[in-house]
Structure formats: structure tokens, C-alpha cells
């Protein structure tokens, strides 16, 4: 008999975990997946990821009042037979895909995309979702010994999510294309299905007293208050807003791309699970030691530009695993008794959706800039805090942070009026800064003084000079935030005079000068000489007539300086605010002095090119690589085929493939290799002895198309060379496209110019 009940509990604990590890993988693992799928539809935009881990939050939540409700009103029979045939509907929704018919809309991306995700996900995202807290639930209603301490359960539910979320960069993306994943996630939701319809079964020939003893304890339970309910939805609501934050930040800075978007929710899941266990491998102590420090460098960190990949993704990371934990450790320590199990679940799961929203939603509203880093770090520091502070704990707070200030300022001053040597200038503020954080350090035991502090320092490193110089004064003369970003135009005198500088991110992308003999000659990039004044010279030159040209990416339009008048132009941009930048003549006069007639498409360049006519152009140009992020769906098999099927016979793409992290020059070169056609790339840099040298930019281009036209259009330009795709990059497809192996590429030199 013992060894009968031994073998019964081993088989209702390995069907419920096998389920709820199951459907935490599935859940998980479609995330990535169906938000790659979106990607291309936005242009690429780093800001798809955030949107959609609303929608995905958003969901988690509705599937976690929907199995608080029946668990808590319904008998487990009538559960087991609402939930699988909830989940049997679902299937009719599968294999995932986007319809060829879906056109997004530029004016409401956000809402586009939520709505978008579900349509083409939200019932079997919503049947995975409610999964994990009901199968607890049953479980409790079984007589296994854990009935009423089923949490360990939860530990199977994380380490699914975990697993997925570094299987599918690793294993998953490299290996398989995305119509591929979809079927196979179909077969593995099938199996699924019958896993969880045998935990149901085994649940109900197995429950007793243990159901009895689990709902008269739901009466003796210890009542919770709603302070406490919403202390589990602050607290919840911190690492999920931060998670995004930093999702945002290395999306934006690095590449739009699983491998960035799967780290940060990796860490959040690993941090659950890490606090929830019954004995922490990260003990709450070491943590608390640790959070003063990290918390410190993340807001130092956040007002730097670092070029090292590798840095900028570990010390991200890092700074957010740290305060993830630090908050967790808290949640954990307040958990409730099984009684409460899916209520506790339900705040946890509004807070997620609380923080993610404020992130991906709010934040780009009320903030022109990335803010919401810093005070998300801030908030953190206030975690903790279980009583009202008293009074005199307010004017402690606002006396450190007056402090701080006022000694920044005093010493900003008296080193501006005593025009100290530049070597002790910089002495004396480095030894400030240091004073500072071990003074914010020293107050770390008082959570609002430190709190306080710590908002203080991240106001004078965000909106003070005393931290980060420039060289050459500037001001901010136009600053937008919006789903594709924060674009930011500052005014500048240098050695040249006055002159404008258009910034997307951390990622400077056109100069002009503002005396009029000086505005029309683009700088940067576009120099007259650089790669982009070659290929259009030496096309026209070969044409003997004015060309028809294509330009995805607009930027401040400093190319269209390079248009005769003639010649038909016409630019694709998807951002609206980089197109009110381009054509405000306040800020950039290219457009205006140039093209004041240019044709400019507003959306996703792939999709507004498919209407342009057969055969129409002599030269596109893709200029659309050179922030860090990268839309790679502008360069895939497929969208070459498409720039080939626009061009006149004869007619070359360019690639403008300068960037700091990713190969792009052999990605391109590939792609001309995998459609049977030449290629020549070049490294320019600006010669010593050119006017404006500091004005002007290094550039990375390759050019694409068959032989006899391509030497024809080149041979005056002999710095174009053969040139060889690092091993480390495949041919990206719209169903395959793996950027990680573009960044081991770069890293590791990149690709290699011929003789």
C-alpha cells in the first residue's frame, strides 16, 4: 500500500511539473518568435519588443484572473473541463503566422502592433498564461503530501521560461527559420494538451480531504490588507518597468534583436526564481550589500557612451540583475499561504503589467528623453520601506539632496571663475563625484535619505556639465520621443562656425553648418568624395543622364544636396519626426536649399517601395544601418530581390554599412554572393588635407550588381575592392536572420577587403 501511494505521488508530481514546464517553455519561447515575425513590419524598430511584452504582460495578467476565478467559484471537475476545452479552441489559431494582408499604421504603431499581437496570438497566449497558478491550484486539491505547499511547482515554471528564453538564441533562431519554429511549436502545444488533460485526470482520482482542508483554510487564513496587496503590486511593478528599460536601452544602443530582448527577461526570471527558492542561492544579505553600489553605477553609467559591445550589455545586466533581486527577495518575503496562492500570482502579474506599461507606454509620452532609467533605479531604492517616515525623515531626504546640489553648483562655479589648469579641473571634479557617492553610500541604511540622494546625483549626472564636458558648447534647439526613438538636434559652435548636429539615440548622423556659402555641402557620412558622392558621380557619369533615385532613410537629407535638377529623387522614412526635422528649415536647410520638392513616403521603406513601379530607378541607396540598431529586414534575400526587381537595367544598390557593432558590409557582400552578383565594399577615411576634416566621417558602403555594369561604374574608383563576408555570417532571409553571429563577426575584425 505505501509503495502504491509512493508511486501515485511520484506520478501526480512528474505530470505536473512536466505540464507546467511545458507550458512555461511554449510561453515563453513564442515571445521572441512572434514578436521577430512583427519586427519587419515597424521598420525594425527597438520598441516593437517593449510594446509587445505589454501585450504579453497584459495577457499573463487576463489568464491569471481567469484561473483566480474558477479556482476560487468552480469544483476542479468543472475547471479540468472549462480549461482544456478553452485550450482545445485555442489550437484552431495555430500554426502562428502574420497575414500577408497586414499593413501597419505609422500614426498609431503602438496600438497597431497590441492589436496585431492579438489578433495573430491572444487565445493561445491567454490559455498558456492561466496555466501555471491553475495547475498549482489543482495540485493543492489533490491528498500529496505538498498539497498545501505547492510553490515548488513554481520553480519547474521558471526554469521553463528560463530555458526557452536561452534556447531560443542559442539554439533555436541560428538553427531554424521562423515558419519552422511555428510548426514545431505547434506539435509541442498538441502534446501539451494531452499532458495536462492526464494532470487533470490523475488530480481528480486523487483528490480528498487535502481539497476540504484547502478551502476551510481560505476561512482561517491570515486576512491580508489592501496596503499589502498593493505593496505586492509596487514591488512587482519596479523590475518589470527596469526590465524594459534596459531591454529598451540595448535594443536601441546594439541591435533590435532576440538575443538583446531574451537577456534582460532571462535575468527577471532567474531572480524569481532565485528568491522563491526555499533556500536562495543569492542569499537577501549579500544582496542588500551589493545594491548601494550597483545602483550607483547604473545611474553613472546611463549618461555614458561606451563603443566596447561586450561592456555595455555586461554592466547593463549586471546593474539590473542586481536591483531585480534586491526587489524579488522582498516579494518573496512576503508571500501568503496557498489559501492566497492565485490572488498573490494576480498582483504580481498587475504590477508586471503596471511597470511594463509605464516603460513601453507611458514614459515615451511624458519623458522627451530616456528618464525613466534612473528613477526606475531610484524607485528601487525605496523598496523596503514598510512604515510612513516620519517627518523629520522627509527633511533629512530633501537636506541630502540639497546638499549634493548645492556643492556641485558651488564648485561648478568657483572652477568656472578661477580658470583652473585643465588636469586639476578635472582632478577636483573626479574627487567631488567620489566624495559624493561614498557620502550616498554612508546614508544607505536610511532607505528615503538614500533614495533621495541618489535622485540628486542622477539629476546632476542627466542634466548637469559637472560630470560628462563638451568640448564645444551646445544647446538643444529640437528634441522628439516617440515609438522609433529619441531624436535630438543640438546647436554647436565650433572651429567652423555655428553648426547643427542631428543625434538618434547615442548615434550622430548628420552635420550642416549654418552660414549660408557653407549649408549646402553635407558633412559626416555625406561628404563630397565619400563613398555616397562616388557612387552617384560615377552612375551619372556612366548614364549620360539624369537619374531616378531611391534613398531609404532620410535623415537630416544632407544627400539630396547631390540631386541635379533634373533627376527624379525620392526618400523613404518611417519615423514622422525625423521628416518634420529634415524639413524644418530652423534646423536643417538640406531639403529646403536642395530638393524643396522631393518626394518623401512616410512608412516602412520595404512595404512603400513594393508600389513603386517595375524597373524605375538607376540607384537605390540603403542608408539605414548606421544606427546600432539595425532594420534587418532591409537586408535579407528577399528585400535585395525586391531593390533588383525597382532597378532599370544596369541599375546598383548601395549599402551604406557603417556601424559600431555589426558586420553589415558582410551580410551585404553575402547577399550579392547568394544572388549571383558582384559586389565592392570600401573603408573610406577622410584624407588629412580635406577642408573640414573634423566635420567629416569614416564610412563602410558596399555596392551590388552584375559585373559588367559595376566595373564600369567603379573604374575611376580604384579604393573599391573585392571583399570576402567573415565566416561567423549566413545569407540573412526573411525567415532566417541571425544578427548574433554579425556581432561575433565585427568583433572579431569583420570581413576582409581584397587587393
Excluded at 133 to 139: D, I, T, V
Excluded at 463 to 484: A, G, H, I, L, Y
Amino acid at each position: 500500500m505505501v509503495a502504491s501511494t509512493t508511486r501515485v505521488d511520484a506520478l501526480l508530481v512528474a505530470s505536473f511539473t512536466a505540464s507546467i514546464f511545458l507550458s512555461a517553455f511554449l510561453l515563453f519561447s513564442v515571445q521572441p518568435m512572434f514578436t521577430k515575425m512583427a519586427l519587419p513590419y515597424l521598420g525594425g524598430a527597438p520598441n516593437v519588443w517593449n510594446i509587445a511584452m505589454v501585450f504579453f504582460q497584459a495577457s499573463l495578467l487576463a489568464g491569471y484572473v481567469y484561473a483566480h476565478l474558477i479556482a476560487k467559484h468552480l469544483s476542479l471537475k468543472i475547471q479540468l473541463v472549462i480549461h482544456i476545452s478553452l485550450i482545445t479552441i485555442a489550437f484552431l489559431f495555430l500554426p502562428i503566422a502574420i497575414s500577408d494582408n497586414v499593413r501597419p499604421t505609422i500614426e498609431a504603431p503602438g496600438v497597431w502592433l497590441i492589436g496585431l499581437f492579438a489578433a495573430s496570438l491572444g487565445l493561445p497566449f491567454f490559455a498558456l498564461s492561466a496555466n501555471a497558478p491553475l495547475l498549482q491550484r489543482w495540485f493543492s486539491h489533490t491528498n500529496h503530501a505538498n498539497a498545501q505547499d505547492p510553490y515548488f511547482l513554481y520553480a519547474a515554471s521558471n526554469l521553463g521560461s528560463l530555458l526557452a528564453l536561452i534556447s531560443y538564441p542559442l539554439l533555436i533562431e541560428p538553427g531554424l527559420g521562423l515558419a519552422m519554429q511555428s510548426n514545431i511549436w505547434m506539435v509541442g502545444y498538441v502534446i501539451l494538451l494531452s499532458v495536462i488533460g492526464g494532470s487533470g485526470i490523475i488530480a481528480l482520482a486523487n483528490k480528498g480531504a487535502a481539497e476540504g482542508l484547502s478551502i476551510s483554510d481560505a476561512v482561517n487564513v491570515k486576512s491580508v490588507s489592501w496596503a499589502q496587496r498593493a505593496e505586492w503590486v509596487i514591488i512587482a511593478a519596479v523590475p518589470s518597468a527596469l526590465m524594459l528599460g534596459v531591454t529598451s536601452h540595448l535594443s536601441t544602443n546594439v541591435a533590435a534583436a532576440p538575443f538583446l530582448w531574451v537577456g534582460p527577461l532571462a535575468l527577471y526570471l532567474l531572480t524569481f526564481i532565485i528568491a522563491f527558492s526555499k533556500k536562495p542561492a543569492l542569499r537577501p544579505q549579500i544582496v542588500e550589500r551589493m545594491f548601494p553600489y550597483i545602483a550607483l553605477l547604473g545611474i553613472i553609467y546611463a549618461t555614458l557612451r561606451i563603443e566596447s559591445f561586450w561592456l555595455v550589455v555586461i554592466v547593463n545586466l549586471a546593474v539590473f540583475f542586481v536591483i531585480a533581486m534586491h526587489c524579488h527577495h522582498r516579494l518573496a518575503a512576503l508571500r501568503p499561504s496557498v489559501a492566497r496562492l492565485t490572488e498573490f500570482y494576480l498582483a504580481m502579474s498587475l504590477g508586471g503589467v503596471i511597470g511594463g506599461a509605464f516603460t513601453a507606454l507611458v514614459a515615451p509620452v511624458v519623458f522627451d528623453n530616456v528618464y525613466e532609467y534612473p528613477l526606475l533605479i531610484v524607485a528601487s531604492a525605496l523598496i523596503g520601506i514598510t512604515v510612513l517616515p516620519k517627518m523629520r525623515e522627509y527633511r533629512r531626504a530633501l537636506g541630502a539632496a540639497l546638499i549634493i546640489l548645492a556643492s556641485i553648483f558651488f564648485i561648478g562655479f568657483a572652477l568656472d571663475a578661477f580658470l583652473l589648469p585643465e588636469r586639476l579641473e578635472n582632478l577636483i571634479r573626479t574627487a567631488t563625484l567620489i566624495a559624493i557617492c561614498i557620502g550616498i553610500i554612508r546614508v544607505y541604511r536610511n532607505k528615503l535619505v538614500f533614495a533621495s540622494a541618489l535622485a540628486a546625483f542622477a539629476a546632476i549626472t542627466h542634466f548637469s556639465d559637472f560630470v560628462v564636458q563638451s568640448v564645444e558648447q551646445s544647446k538643444t534647439v529640437f528634441n522628439e520621443r516617440n515609438f522609433f526613438g529619441v531624436i535630438n538636434v543640438y546647436e554647436r559652435q565650433g572651429e567652423y562656425g555655428a553648426y547643427h548636429l542631428f543625434t538618434h539615440g547615442d548615434t550622430n548622423h548628420n552635420v550642416q553648418l549654418r552660414e549660408i556659402d557653407k549649408r549646402r555641402e553635407p558633412l559626416l557620412y555625406y561628404s563630397p568624395g565619400a563613398p555616397f558622392s562616388q557612387a552617384i558621380n560615377a552612375m551619372r557619369q556612366l548614364r549620360q543622364a539624369p537619374l531616378d533615385v531611391a534613398i531609404i532613410g532620410l535623415g537630416a537629407g544632407a544627400i539630396a544636396c547631390y540631386a541635379n535638377n533634373e533627376e527624379d529623387w525620392v526618400f523613404f522614412e518611417i519615423d514622422p519626426a525625423v521628416v518634420h526635422m529634415a524639413k524644418d528649415p530652423s534646423l536643417f536647410t538640406y531639403i529646403s536649399d536642395c530638393q524643396p520638392d522631393a518626394r518623401i513616403e512616410l512608412g516602412d521603406a520595404r512595404l512603400m517601395l513594393k508600389e513603386e513601379q517595375t524597373a524605375a530607378f538607376d540607384l537605390i541607396i540603403v542608408d539605414a544601418f548606421s544606427s546600432d540598431s539595425i532594420p534587418t529586414h532591409l537586408l535579407t534575400r528577399e528585400a535585395l530581390a525586391l531593390y533588383r526587381s525597382k532597378l532599370k537595367s544596369g541599375g546598383l544598390v548601395f549599402f551604406h554599412t557603417s556601424n559600431r557593432f555589426v558586420d553589415v558590409t558582410s551580410v551585404a557582400a553575402l547577399l550579392a554572393e547568394d544572388a549571383g552578383l558582384s559586389a565592392r565594399a570600401i573603408n573610406y577615411a577622410p584624407p588629412d588635407d580635406v577642408s573640414l576634416k573634423k566635420l567629416r566621417a569614416p564610412v563602410r558602403g558596399v555596392i551590388i550588381g552584375d559585373e559588367k555594369h559595376l566595373m564600369k561604374v567603379l573604374e575611376q574608383f580604384p579604393d573599391w575592392k573585392r571583399f570576402s563576408p567573415h565566416e561567423y555570417v549566413n545569407p540573412w532571409t526573411d525567415d532566417y536572420s541571425y544578427i548574433l553571429g554579425a556581432i561575433a563577426a565585427k568583433a572579431d575584425g569583420g570581413g576582409a577587403l581584397g587587393e
